[in-house]
């Protein structure tokens, strides 16, 4: 129950609509219960012609309303049964049109809410999650279990309510009718509840194997997509294919167990129901041939008897639908009662606009037990560019991170204008820093919503500014659908060089005062580079701007640059400077040119 309790605000606004559907519901069974009751007449009165052998117990006005019944002629009596029987099934499936409908309607509103809270979710949760989690992990809970859920609350719900409401109905009726008869026959359902049980332990664990092998599915089949050019460089497709269809031959063997569990729990309830059936027929047979109950009643009771079984079948099948659901449920609520570790503090304020200075101040970090930093002090003025190298994995882009608030130090602080950036709201840091990594990442959408995807109400007169400005116009023109070409999946369509002038183009239109240029030129030909480049000092004039570099013709113009070695700051000037007096920056520099 703790899990389904993360998950009731999503169906708590729709509980309305559940409640007129389990009303519907309610009223279904009642018209079903009340049709079913017609046999009596029919049997006794209109077939046989003869008077039923009433139970004492049956209830008065249902016996009051026989006897007035039996005065009238055959063919009376046979016509009123049928315009009864029409109005009653008309009532009856009309109520079963409703339930269906707002069941549904609950169903598909709660599988469109709680994947937007997902999502939602997804948003506010701290690079270190997506750092630990698979890609195709966290897909799989946003589509596979979510589904999985919407299943049991369109079934689960439905049998819960309806069913249950079946049973209730058809069994008052056979007691009310047979109360001997009634016991007897329903001896039997406590022999159901222990395979019920048994079985549904079983399906609980082949349940969150399904969700695990599918959650593999979608990591290995993502994994290959986007890694497609790779796999075909190194003629891996039939090692790739191998890969996959073990995987889905996994999730087929849980699968088919769970099929040849379920199915059978549902023998053995049809087999109990069979033995119910034939011992009322045996003492229900003898009753009629001894004259103590008529044909209709016993038929009837029969009737209402297998109706009875049915719902409780359905219940029992309930059980093990839900013990599948437990561990989609458990999975899906894991990840919302996961707190970020990045959090806003309560009191946060709105950051002024960026004036004076960045600094960081005896900056400790450390992914787990990894130290990356180990006490960085460093002041960036207003206007200045300070550019930051250091061999791999000395903590540059580990300082970008932290400045962005991706992730907080271990200790000391980051503050921009003497404002700790724990103290500020996260949009209102974020909003002031324009970010361009060495991987540009675009969406699969237009040119124009890339470009316009930190300022979407940007006018297509500034989206062609920008895109001029980070010279992407004359490409994006010579595009047969201009502005409106589609990038392709993470910008497919187009070059490196290409997809990164768009994404200073991107940054440009956002026009932030502090830029952070993440190894921005790494991965470009000469050509590209020089078209990079002139658009990078572009959106470079005015700004205070971070630069994290391989490429040493690219922090040469730095006002400053930072040399980081073991996570600490081991030297700092410009690019003569560092040249004459330092000789890990040679050494950094003689290995970049020399590769």
Same mark, same amino acid.
């Not at 049709?35 to 117990?57: I, T």
């Not at 506010?124 to 596979?144: A, K």
């Not at 309830?269 to 008529?294: F, H, K, Y």
């Not at 572009?538 to 996570?567: N, P, Q, W, Y």
């Given at each position: 129950?703790?899990?389904?309790?993360?998950?009731?605000?999503?169906?708590?606004?729709?509980?309305?609509?559940?409640?007129?559907?389990?009303?519907?519901?309610?009223?279904?069974?009642?018209?079903?219960?009340?049709?079913?009751?017609?046999?009596?007449?029919?049997?006794?009165?209109?077939?046989?012609?003869?008077?039923?052998?009433?139970?004492?117990?049956?209830?008065?006005?249902?016996?009051?309303?026989?006897?007035?019944?039996?005065?009238?002629?055959?063919?009376?009596?046979?016509?009123?049964?049928?315009?009864?029987?029409?109005?009653?099934?008309?009532?009856?499936?009309?109520?079963?049109?409703?339930?269906?409908?707002?069941?549904?309607?609950?169903?598909?509103?709660? +599988?469109?809410? !709680? &994947?937007?809270?997902?999502?939602?979710?997804?948003? =506010?949760?701290?690079?270190?999650? @997506? %750092? /630990?989690?698979?890609?195709?992990?966290?897909?799989?809970?946003?589509?596979?279990?979510?589904?999985?859920?919407?299943?049991?609350?369109?079934?689960?719900?439905?049998?819960?309510?309806?069913?249950?409401?079946?049973?209730?109905?058809?069994?008052?009726?056979?007691?009310?009718?047979?109360?001997?008869?009634?016991?007897?026959?329903?001896?039997?359902?406590?022999?159901?509840?222990?395979?019920?049980?048994?079985?549904?332990?079983?399906?609980?664990?082949?349940?969150?194997?399904?969700?695990?092998?599918?959650?593999?599915?979608?990591?290995?089949?993502?994994?290959? +997509?986007?890694? !497609? &050019?790779?796999?075909?460089?190194?003629?891996?497709? =039939?090692?790739?294919?191998?890969? @996959? %269809? /073990?995987?889905?031959?996994?999730?087929?063997?849980?699968?088919?167990?769970?099929?040849?569990?379920?199915?059978?729990?549902?023998?053995?309830?049809?087999?109990?129901?069979?033995?119910?059936?034939?011992?009322?027929?045996?003492?229900?047979?003898?009753?009629?041939?001894?004259?103590?109950?008529?044909?209709?009643?016993?038929?009837?009771?029969?009737?209402?008897?297998?109706?009875?079984?049915?719902?409780?079948?359905?219940?029992?099948?309930?059980?093990?639908?839900?013990?599948?659901?437990?561990?989609?449920?458990?999975?899906?609520?894991?990840?919302?009662?996961?707190?970020?570790?990045?959090?806003?503090?309560?009191?946060?304020?709105?950051?002024?606009?960026?004036?004076?200075?960045?600094?960081?101040?005896?900056?400790?970090?450390?992914?787990?037990?990894?130290?990356?930093?180990?006490?960085?002090?460093?002041?960036?003025?207003?206007?200045?560019?300070?550019?930051?190298?250091?061999?791999?994995?000395?903590?540059?882009?580990?300082?970008?991170?932290?400045?962005?608030?991706?992730?907080?130090?271990?200790?000391?602080?980051?503050?921009?204008?003497?404002?700790?950036?724990?103290?500020?709201?996260?949009?209102?840091?974020?909003?002031?820093?324009?970010?361009?990594?060495?991987?540009?990442?675009?969406?699969?959408?237009?040119?124009?919503?890339?470009?316009?995807?930190?300022?979407?109400?940007?006018?297509?007169?500034?989206?062609?500014?920008?895109?001029?400005?980070?010279?992407?116009?004359?490409?994006?023109?010579?595009?047969?659908?201009?502005?409106?070409?589609?990038?392709?999946?993470?910008?497919?369509?187009?070059?490196?060089?290409?997809?990164?002038?768009?994404?200073?183009?991107?940054?440009?239109?956002?026009?932030?005062?502090?830029?952070?240029?993440?190894?921005?030129?790494?991965?470009?030909?000469?050509?590209?580079?020089?078209?990079?480049?002139?658009?990078?000092?572009?959106?470079?004039?005015?700004?205070?701007?971070?630069?994290?570099?391989?490429?040493?013709?690219?922090?040469?113009?730095?006002?400053?640059?930072?040399?980081?070695?073991?996570?600490?700051?081991?030297?700092?000037?410009?690019?003569?400077?560092?040249?004459?007096?330092?000789?890990?920056?040679?050494?950094?520099?003689?290995?970049?040119?020399?590769?």
């Amino acid at each position: 129950m703790k899990n389904y309790r993360a998950l009731w605000p999503y169906l708590r606004p729709h509980s309305g609509l559940l409640m007129g559907a389990a009303l519907c519901m309610v009223a279904t069974s009642l018209f079903k219960g009340v049709s079913l009751g017609l046999l009596v007449p029919l049997v006794d009165f209109v077939l046989l012609n003869q008077a039923p052998h009433l139970p004492a117990w049956l209830p008065a006005p249902l016996a009051s309303w026989l006897t007035g019944f039996q005065a009238l002629g055959p063919l009376p009596k046979l016509n009123t049964l049928a315009v009864v029987v029409v109005v009653l099934f008309g009532f009856k499936n009309l109520a079963l049109f409703f339930q269906t409908t707002l069941i549904n309607d609950v169903s598909l509103r709660f +599988l469109r809410d !709680i &994947r937007n809270g997902l999502y939602a979710h997804y948003q =506010r949760l701290s690079q270190n999650f @997506f %750092s /630990s989690e698979r890609t195709g992990e966290l897909v799989s809970r946003i589509t596979y279990d979510v589904a999985v859920i919407q299943n049991t609350i369109t079934e689960g719900l439905t049998d819960l309510i309806f069913q249950s409401s079946q049973v209730v109905i058809f069994a008052t009726i056979i007691f009310a009718i047979h109360w001997k008869l009634a016991v007897m026959a329903l001896l039997l359902l406590p022999a159901i509840g222990l395979p019920v049980i048994r079985m549904g332990k079983a399906l609980r664990k082949l349940g969150f194997a399904v969700q695990e092998r599918m959650a593999d599915l979608n990591s290995r089949l993502i994994e290959t +997509l986007q890694g !497609i &050019r790779i796999v075909k460089a190194f003629t891996a497709e =039939r090692a790739e294919l191998d890969r @996959f %269809s /073990s995987i889905n031959q996994a999730y087929y063997k849980a699968n088919i167990k769970t099929v040849k569990r379920r199915e059978g729990l549902s023998s053995i309830t049809d087999m109990m129901g069979m033995v119910g059936g034939l011992v009322v027929l045996e003492v229900g047979g003898r009753a009629v041939l001894n004259g103590e109950i008529s044909p209709g009643i016993i038929v009837f009771f029969l009737a209402a008897l297998l109706s009875l079984y049915a719902p409780v079948q359905r219940l029992s099948r309930l059980y093990s639908l839900n013990q599948q659901a437990l561990s989609a449920v458990k999975r899906v609520a894991v990840i919302l009662e996961t707190e970020p570790s990045v959090k806003e503090a309560p009191n946060a304020v709105t950051l002024p606009p960026f004036s004076r200075e960045i600094r960081f101040e005896e900056v400790r970090f450390s992914y787990g037990d990894r130290p990356v930093l180990q006490g960085v002090d460093l002041a960036i003025r207003r206007g200045e560019v300070v550019a930051i190298v250091g061999s791999s994995g000395s903590g540059k882009t580990t300082m970008v991170n932290l400045l962005l608030r991706l992730y907080d130090p271990t200790s000391g602080r980051i503050t921009v204008d003497g404002q700790d950036l724990r103290s500020v709201t996260l949009e209102s840091l974020r909003r002031q820093i324009g970010l361009v990594t060495q991987d540009p990442f675009l969406f699969h959408d237009s040119i124009r919503v890339n470009v316009a995807f930190g300022r979407p109400e940007a006018s297509l007169e500034e989206v062609v500014a920008a895109a001029k400005a980070a010279n992407a116009d004359g490409f994006v023109r010579r595009l047969p659908a201009g502005y409106d070409a589609q990038v392709g999946d993470l910008g497919a369509k187009l070059s490196g060089g290409e997809r990164q002038r768009i994404t200073i183009a991107r940054a440009l239109l956002k026009n932030p005062p502090i830029l952070v240029l993440d190894e921005a030129t790494s991965q470009l030909d000469s050509e590209s580079e020089s078209l990079v480049q002139e658009a990078l000092e572009r959106l470079m004039e005015g700004r205070t701007v971070l630069v994290i570099a391989h490429r040493f013709s690219t922090i040469r113009k730095a006002d400053r640059i930072v040399v980081l070695d073991g996570g600490r700051i081991a030297e700092g000037g410009r690019h003569e400077e560092l040249m004459r007096d330092s000789a890990l920056y040679r050494r950094l520099y003689q290995l970049q040119v020399a590769s």
